[in-house]
Structures are given as C-alpha cells and as structure tokens.
C-alpha cells in the first residue's frame, strides 16, 4: 500500500537553530511529492512540489529535497513565526487525489 | 486574488438534522477536492471533480455523505443525516488541473451534538 510517514511528530527549536523534517514514502509510480505547511485554525498552506530524485526548491528559510525513499524540509535559522505543522503528501500517475502524512508539529522559541 | 472560499465558517447542528457546506472554487481551476480532517484520522480525501464531474467517490464514508459540483464555481457538501462522530474540520481545495497542487480554503468547522 502506498503511503507517507513524517517525523519526527513534534519538534521544538530555539530561534536559530536549523534542523530538517523527514517524510519517508514508499508509493508505486510517485508523480509529485509535495510539502504544506498548516497553522492552526487554517487551511493547509502549499509550499512545495518535487517530481524526481535529486530535486531541490527552496522558499525564504525553507529548502525541500527528494530522493527515491524520502523527503527533507529543512529549516534554516528559523523564527517563532516558522512554527506550524508541516504536512508531506503524494500523488501518482494513477491516482490523482493526495494522500497525505499525520505532520510534524514544529515549535520555534525565542 | 480570492482563495478558495468556504461557507459557512462553523456549523453547530444536532444529530439527526441535515448540514450543507458551501465551496467557491479559484477561478479558472478545473479540479476540487473535499477533504476532512480530525486528530484521529488526519486529512482525508472525501471526493473530488474534474470539469464538474466526480471522479473518485471511494473516500465518502457512507450513503448520509453526498457531493454535488453544478457548475465550475460552485460545490456542495451534504450530511443527511448528520452523527456526532461526522464532527471534524472539512476542508474544500481546488488546483488546476487534478495533479497539480492544491490550494485550501479556511475550512469549515463542523460539531454535531
């Protein structure tokens, strides 16, 4: 079955601190992988989408990459504002609809 | 630019009673997606369209769960009738065509007593 699992579940850094979020996916005929970020109360915000190993996107203190297995954000020198929950998804060439990870809630103290 | 836009924001109903959500699709996008979200099961695709038309159904738990897309810009979401356990965060999303990224409105924020 395909599926997408992200650690670590929670993630609490000071302000500065770079660390990266992983998504392991194990999917048949991947077509995108892509990356959301989620504030509570909101709807799921996009971010990213990555088609092929070796793929690199970056956004401002964000930069997501893939390989065949799995899927990093990394963070660099974040803010208390980069705290969220950070979701993967995937879809195929067969299946169109997203399926999506359960996220990495992420905390950045001051 | 408007978003997705979602109606209503909260919905407070009783078991037994029907509840509608609205969706308003971003203009010119050809897909739309309801999904629901709960601590339990996360995000979970329901149903989506393509042109208007529903192409995968599998995720709609059960016959009181139905959707309709009359036109490009706009889509609903019917609970008849509604249980406590339909209680969650519905979400609708639209993207350009059915693989490209999906963007989300705000939700709808259902509790059902």
């Known amino acids: 079955e395909d599926q997408v699992t992200q650690s670590p579940e929670a993630l609490r850094l000071q302000e500065g601190e770079s660390s990266s979020l992983n998504c392991s996916y194990t999917v048949s005929g991947l077509r995108g992988l892509f990356w959301y970020r989620q504030d509570p109360g909101k709807g799921p915000e996009f971010l990213f989408t990555?088609?092929?190993a070796g793929e690199e996107k970056e956004k401002e203190r964000l930069k997501a990459t893939l390989t065949k297995k799995e899927s990093f954000l990394h963070i660099t020198a974040p803010k208390p504002e980069d705290s969220a929950t950070y979701l993967c998804?995937?879809?195929?060439?067969?299946?169109?609809?997203?399926?999506f990870g359960t996220g990495t809630r992420l905390q950045v103290t001051l | 630019d408007a978003g997705v836009i979602q109606s209503p924001r909260h919905e407070v109903t009783e078991m037994g009673q029907e509840v509608t959500l609205r969706c308003k699709p971003i203009s010119g996008h050809n897909s739309l997606f309801w999904y629901r979200q709960t601590m339990m099961r996360g995000l979970e695709l329901l149903i989506y369209f393509n042109n208007n038309v529903p192409i995968d159904d599998s995720g709609m738990p059960e016959d009181r769960f139905s959707a309709k897309m009359p036109n490009a810009s706009f889509s609903t979401l019917k609970i008849q009738p509604s249980e406590p356990r339909d209680s969650a965060v519905y979400f609708c999303?639209?993207?350009?065509?059915?693989?490209?990224?999906?963007?989300f409105g705000p939700g709808t924020r259902l509790t059902v007593l």
């Open positions: 999303a639209s993207s350009l065509t059915e693989h490209n990224e999906q963007f």
């Open positions: 990555l088609y092929s």
């Open positions: 998804a995937f879809n195929t060439g067969t299946a169109s609809k997203l399926t």
